[in-house]
């Protein structure tokens, strides 16, 4: 096995026990872009000349047996992040030049955790979409099938990890952003509680729902990443100062005795039948793992998706006001004053879907229909919220398909916005909820493409996911196929 | 189309209060489509909500202060580095007034 191909943990073995170094694993992981990048499309910029100083400054810490949680692992950052010095555009034309004056609190957590920072990955323009195809920098593909799409809006983070194009990567999920690509991809997807990771320099999209969170190649590297990524941040007032475990304890800890509850409302007509008997094989896995399932019931499940599609454009038309061609980004030259060069600069600026979301949520919040959209639509956001308390009382996570089809194909749905959202219909009540979630493969259809369960627990209990996650894991033996690139 | 719940004056309209602007082509497949999505959004119609008091923040936090003491602020020129427009440390628009 090549180096780009292996874990987080098993390159810390590695690197502890001298064998190999970080500049070597960097090299690998370049080589594996340069191989395989032009056909995937995972990353907007590439950080390669900053990323071989990086790794030589962490050779040089690793010498001297100072090693961090992520000493000299090649890490890719989702283009949504702020990176000092570094080229972050958030997927838009209006951010195509925009440098930011410094790090997003995530990026600066892992700095300090010694990562390899390989580059900035595509995404859905201001992370609206589910299929990285609205993207001002093109399409990503699916590594699996490159006639296919990644998943979205973190789609080049899930495609990078897939591919070897780095070790482990960051995205963010406002309605399933991580957790839908990752299943897509066939790696590990984790969406931690709303407030557990600081949103500190993370460009907003739907700032009650934004979430930011890892994807990995297995489930410890999902623990170790998120022992970095958790904590409170007193730059973010929404973060939440809750102690923080070390997640690797819940590893390998078995699930004897935990109650499963499997919501009915999320096998519905629609879902692909191998996607349906990939989940059902899974609720056995657990099941032989010496969990007990028993069938529960999300009964305002077929409300999420129109309360989503309200709250979250209505807080995003809000957080996209601030891209008037003044202050940063891209200016239209062609205003005469004031207002025309706000509107001209807004219309070249945005591409089709995030305009759509601006012109549904300034509907919605206009004067005569706030009760009727916003209003309404946060009431029966607090009904799905009460959901989720009143299922957790009868059972410790709760187990659905992440997504109710495999990856479709480039350009099948993007002229119906409606079935594009329909993509996000297993995911989107975990955020409205505020509760973390977790996406793991559990096999693949007959044409090769991957398959993941969601796993749900209640809020800052990602330490339960990954206990439940890491026995699924261990039980399921999913096949240790990669994609033919 | 059935039912109308947008019609292009109101697509014109909201479009002038998000400040954007759309060709008449495109004003019409708006239209369509945020029908479409307005139509869809009629479900929750079904829902009683009588005396449920909104929910904007899953995990609510009550006011997060910090203490009033001065921190480390950006220095202006790296502030306006990544304005479109900038003259003497201020941000440059488009003339305002007549």
């Known amino acids: ?214 994807f990995t190649k297995d489930v410890e590297d999902c623990a170790i990443m998120m022992n970095v990524l958790a904590g409170y941040d007193p730059k973010e007032s929404t973060s939440v100062p809750e102690d923080v475990p070390d997640y690797r304890q819940f590893l390998n800890k078995g699930i004897g005795g935990w109650t499963v509850g499997i919501p009915k409302e999320y096998f519905i007509d629609g879902i692909d039948p191998e996607v349906e008997a990939a989940v059902r094989r899974a609720i056995r896995v657990v099941e032989e793992a010496g969990a007990k399932c028993i069938e529960i019931s999300l009964p305002h499940t077929e409300y999420c998706l129109a309360v989503y599609y309200i709250v979250a454009p209505a807080e995003a038309c809000s957080n996209l006001a601030r891209y008037d061609g003044v202050k940063y980004g891209f200016r239209s030259e062609e205003g005469r004053d004031l207002m025309e060069m706000y509107k001209k600069t807004r219309a070249a600026g945005f591409g089709a879907e995030v305009k759509r979301r601006i012109m549904i949520g300034t509907y919605a919040l206009s004067s005569g229909y706030y009760d009727a959209y916003y209003k309404k639509a946060s009431q029966v956001r607090a009904l799905i919220k009460r959901d989720f308390d009143e299922a957790f009382t009868r059972c410790d996570v709760i187990l659905t398909p992440t997504t109710p089809t495999p990856a479709f194909k480039v350009g099948e749905r993007t002229d119906d916005p409606m079935q594009m959202y329909l993509s996000d219909i297993f995911t989107i009540s975990t955020n409205l909820a505020g509760v973390p979630g977790i996406s793991v493969p559990c096999g693949f259809t007959t044409a090769g493409l991957p398959v993941g369960v969601q796993f749900l627990a209640g809020h800052f209990q990602e330490g339960r996911l990954i206990q439940f996650a890491s026995a699924y894991e261990k039980q399921a033996h999913i096949e240790q196929r990669r994609p033919k690139l | 189309m059935e039912k109308m719940r947008i019609s292009k004056e109101e697509v014109a309209h909201v479009a002038h209060l998000a400040r954007l602007e759309f060709g008449a082509e495109e004003v019409e497949k708006f239209t369509t489509q945020l029908n479409d999505i307005l139509l869809y959004m009629d479900k929750l119609g079904e829902v009683d909500t009588v005396g ?18 001065v921190g480390v602020s950006l220095p202006p020129e790296v502030s306006l580095a990544n304005a479109p427009g900038g003259r003497g440390g201020c941000f440059l628009v488009p003339k305002v007034i007549e």
Request: negative net charge; contains cysteine; hydrophobic residues 40%.
């Open chain 1, 1 to 214: 096995m090549e180096l780009y191909g292996l874990t987080i943990h098993e390159l810390q073995d590695r690197l502890r026990a001298g064998e190999t170094t970080s500049a070597e694993i960097t090299a690998s992981v370049f080589g594996r872009i340069d191989a395989v990048e032009k056909e995937v499309r995972s990353y907007i910029t590439l950080m390669r000349e900053t990323a071989m100083i990086e790794a030589q400054a962490a050779d040089v810490k690793i010498r001297k047996g100072d090693i961090g949680i992520l000493t000299g692992i090649p890490i890719a950052l989702k283009d949504l992040l702020c990176t000092k010095g570094v080229l972050t555009t958030c997927g838009s034309r209006i951010l195509q030049n925009f440098i930011p004056p410094y790090d997003a609190t995530v990026v600066e957590k892992l700095r300090e955790a010694g990562a390899v920072f390989t580059g900035k990955t595509n995404m859905d323009e201001f992370a609206m979409g589910s299929s990285t195809e609205t993207s001002f920098f093109g399409v990503t593909r699916n590594p699996w099938d490159l006639e296919r799409i990644p998943g979205g809006s973190s789609g080049g983070s899930a495609a990078a990890v897939a591919a070897d194009e780095c070790i482990a990567s960051i995205g963010s999920d406002t309605g399933g952003s991580i957790r839908q690509p990752a299943a897509l991809c066939g790696v590990v997807g984790m969406k931690p509680t709303y407030g557990r990771v600081s949103r500190f320099g993370l460009i907003a999209f739907a700032s009650s729902l934004d979430q930011i969170g890892p």
């Open chain 2, 52 to 69: 449920v008091e909104p929910v904007t923040h899953a995990i609510a936090r009550k006011n997060a202060f910090r203490d009033d003491k």
